[in-house]
Nanobody
Framework: QVYLREIGGGLVQSGGSLRLSCAAS????????MNWYRQAPGKQRDLVAR???????NYKDSVKGRFIISRDNARNTLYLQMNSLKDEDTAVYYC?????????WGRGTQVTVSS
């Protein structure tokens, strides 16, 4: 069974930093593309950052230069370092991967940025 667990959310002031972690089990982690999504109230869930098995990364335009996605294959853990946080980064952040045609999601962690 695939299990993804996010930790590290919280309340932070505008301009501050947070680091999210996602512990994965039930998958051959090092072979998987891993994603961070976020969903703000009343909005759709959007892809924030992606890291491929070879370490290549992609970012949503609005977080480029501020967020860094990384992975530790030895620990089966995905990270999202978020710097220079803005009010508009407030959302629930979800860890995601796919196994075959099936998507898997964590339960999410709330990030709230206050100005």
């Amino acid at each position: 069974q695939v299990y993804l667990r996010e930790i590290g959310g919280g309340l932070v002031q505008s301009g501050g930093s947070l680091r999210l972690s996602c512990a994965a089990s039930g998958i051959a982690f090092k072979f998987h593309t891993m994603n961070w999504y976020r969903q703000a109230p009343g909005k759709q869930r959007d892809l924030v950052a992606r890291i491929f098995s070879n370490g290549t990364t992609n970012y949503k335009d609005s977080v480029k230069g501020r967020f860094i996605i990384s992975r530790d294959n030895a620990r089966n853990t995905l990270y999202l370092q978020m710097n220079s946080l803005k009010d508009e980064d407030t959302a629930v952040y979800y860890c995601n991967t796919n196994r075959g045609p099936s998507p898997y999601w964590g339960r999410g962690t709330q990030v709230t940025v206050s100005s």
